[in-house]
Each structure stands twice: as structure tokens, then as C-alpha cells.
């Protein structure tokens, strides 16, 4: 079936956002940018404030000074990185070079997540035509070995002309499964691509291979011509064969 959404473009954006590649690249972009921040503070002079309030009794009165006694202190401190500064700025410029990577290496990923789902998706389309097209030659190559059994028994078509219809139907057939296996690891490529692939697709893609790909059907659906039935005519045509040979080769009465 169709993909759902049914829009390429749905899809490529899906996978900006979902892709698990692009999450994390995401991921180590926003860890080199906060590496940036942090590195940043590192060179930043620092300034503090402090304040002191200390307050006493004397009681008894003793000596000459005030029985209480109130003081109170405030400052500001400041702190130059002076002499690791030097480091502290390469350690930034290097922080600042690992997040253009980084960054670099998400644009990347988004453009791959986006270039491979637009390609699993196109390939998905072309599959389900493809499994179509593979299904109508398979309808037509029973009909035509059909119509080949029917010529054999009245004597209109040789066991050639039965085999190589056989031959053609396994042919088709084939045809037809290679389309249906192409179209399952597209489809999981293109769920992949915008990490939507969960086990409830493991579950229709089991019920695929159940309904489907029974490898113990007739040479086609609703024909009841088998691999015994082919060998004996083959076995038949041999017999008529050497019977016919021994006629041939059989001395002429002189």
C-alpha cells in the first residue's frame, strides 16, 4: 500500500525531527555549545560581594566603653583570571571549533536523513508498481499454461510448449516475490529513515510473510497444476520418445 502520509515532503520533514542520526547529532551540537558557555566563564573576571553585621552586650557594665556595642561591614571582591587566562582561552577557542564541527556534522546528518528518505520513499512507490505489474504476469502466465495443458491433451501444443510455460510462471512468480521482499525492506528503510519503526510493523510484516509467501501454494492461485502432474508428462513425452525412436531403428522386413 501507499505510504501514509502520502507527500514526500511530510516525510522529509519527519525526518529532521525524528531521525535518530540527526537526534544525535543534535545532541553533541547542544553539548559543544554548552562547553562554549561554560569555557566562556572561565576567562570572565569575577566579582563578589560579602558583608559582615556583628553586634555585642556588655551587661555588667564593665570598663569605660558603651555597654553595646553595633558594627557593620560590606565589600566587593574582584577576581582576574591573570595568570590562566592564556589557557583558559585556548580551551575556549577549542570548545568554539569543536561546536562548528559539531554543527557542521548535524547539517550533514539532516541532509542524508532527508536525501535517503526521499529515495526510500520514491523506491517504495516504484516497488508497489512494480509488485503490480509482477502480479498481472503471473495471472497471465496461468492463463497461458491453462491454455497449454488444454492444447497438449487435444493434440494442439507439444510438451514443450507446456514446459516452457511452466518456466515462464516460475519466472513471473519469482518476479512477483523479489518485488514483494524489495517492497518490505524499502518500507522498513523509509520508517527507519524517520524513526517511526516499531514493533507493531515487525507484527504486520509477520502477517505479511504468513498470508503472502507460503512457498507451498499451487504454481499459481486457484490452478491445480503441480510439480507431480509436469513430471508426468514428462515422463509421459520420454516414453513416446523412445517408443517412437525403436519404431524408427526397428529393421524393415527385406
Request: zero cysteines.
Amino acid at each position: 500500500r501507499t505510504p501514509r502520509p502520502n507527500n514526500i515532503s511530510a516525510w522529509s520533514r519527519q525526518a529532521l525531527t525524528q531521525n535518530y542520526d540527526v537526534l544525535a547529532a543534535r545532541y553533541n551540537a547542544d553539548a559543544a555549545h554548552s562547553g562554549v558557555n561554560a569555557a566562556v566563564g572561565t576567562i570572565l573576571p569575577s566579582l563578589g560581594a560579602e558583608g559582615k553585621f556583628n553586634q555585642s552586650f556588655n551587661s555588667k557594665g564593665i570598663g569605660t566603653g558603651p555597654k553595646n556595642q553595633t558594627a557593620a561591614v560590606a565589600g566587593l571582591s574582584l577576581s582576574v583570571p591573570i595568570f590562566s587566562g592564556g589557557a583558559n582561552y585556548a580551551t575556549l577557542k577549542q570548545k568554539r571549533y569543536d561546536y562548528l564541527a559539531t554543527s557542521a556534522l548535524l547539517t550533514q546528518a539532516q541532509r542524508s536523513a532527508v536525501s535517503q528518505t526521499r529515495q526510500d520513499y520514491l523506491s517504495v512507490i516504484a516497488d508497489i508498481s512494480a509488485v503490480e505489474a509482477n502480479r498481472q504476469a503471473v495471472k497471465s502466465s496461468n492463463e497461458s499454461l491453462k491454455s497449454n495443458e488444454a492444447g497438449y491433451r487435444v493434440g494442439t501444443k507439444t510438451i514443450t510448449d507446456v514446459l516452457q510455460a511452466i518456466q515462464a510462471l516460475y519466472q513471473n512468480e519469482q518476479l512477483e516475490s523479489s518485488a514483494q521482499y524489495k517492497y518490505i525492506n524499502d518500507i522498513i528503510s523509509l520508517k527507519s529513515d524517520v524513526g517511526t519503526l516499531s514493533l507493531a510493523d515487525v507484527k504486520t510484516i509477520n502477517s505479511l510473510f504468513r498470508a503472502n509467501f507460503s512457498f507451498k501454494r499451487p504454481l499459481a492461485a486457484g490452478h491445480a497444476y503441480t510439480i507431480q502432474s509436469a513430471n508426468k508428462i514428462k515422463k509421459h513425452s520420454v516414453l513416446k520418445a523412445v517408443q517412437h525412436s525403436a519404431y524408427r531403428n526397428k529393421p524393415k522386413p527385406t
